[in-house]
């Protein structure tokens, strides 16, 4: 598993935009921000920056001093799910939305001016799964990859890979690389020969609770260690480690109920 957004920028240096269409933030909307903070903090050692303030209370996750991640504060009125949402660059996010919604898709919020930062769009496949496109300003989005409690991958559970598959494909310019078997339904998107995401085709095991989604993986030096340390910070174990052909996963959940996956990739 890897992705097109590179490694860490030398200091001193402004981050490159990502090209359109590359997975280039990840965001979690909570109700409480400040126990979701101490929970990340301690898990992957993130520290915080507070802004954009767009859309309400919302933080900024650093390593080192680089963005990974944002985490912002649900209205107490709104009950929308707790979960981790890819967002995806853009170079003109009217026209991206636009293109979203003449393919089936939604646009659920936005386009809306984030101020300095960019402009965003969050919108949803025609399967049902929520997503974020971003057209940056100032803020370019994940400027850092490759090192513990930083985003790895992006894989979407759905019904079915074809026909969503070419959603994405058309939205973002995505080429298709099917995998070529009998028992697994998986399409690896790329972007200018790299891999970037997975749509996986699950059928009726796409869970009735939650409908297709999107997971993120977050690398990790140790797995067994971190998984032991989210369940001792409040959280739990979905799919306990497992080997695979890219890594040792983990599926597990932050204590608001938010999933994300865990990846130790071979040594």
Known sequence: MTDARGSARHDGERPARHAPGTPCWV???????DATQEFYQALFGWEFRPGPQQLGPYVRALLDGQ???????????????IAWTPYFASSDVDRTAETVRSCGGTIGVGPLDAPEAGRLAIGS???GAVFGIWQAAAHTGTTVTGVPGTPAWNELTTFESASVAKFYETVFGYDEEPVVSADLDYVTLHLDGRPVAGVYGAGNAVPRDRGPHWTTYFTVADLDDAVEHVVHLGGQVLKPPRDGSHGRTAAVADPEGARF?????PS
């Not at 979690?28 to 921000?33: A, I, K, S």
């Not at 963005?67 to 799910?81: F, K, N, Q, S």
Request: avoid cysteine; charge should be negative.
């Open 125 to 127: 496949d025609p399967s």
């Open 27 to 33: 965001s979690l909307m909570v109700h409480g921000l």
């Open 67 to 81: 963005e990974v991640a944002g985490i912002g504060r649900l209205p107490p009125d709104r009950h929308l799910p």
């Open 261 to 265: 996956s865990l990846l130790q990739q």
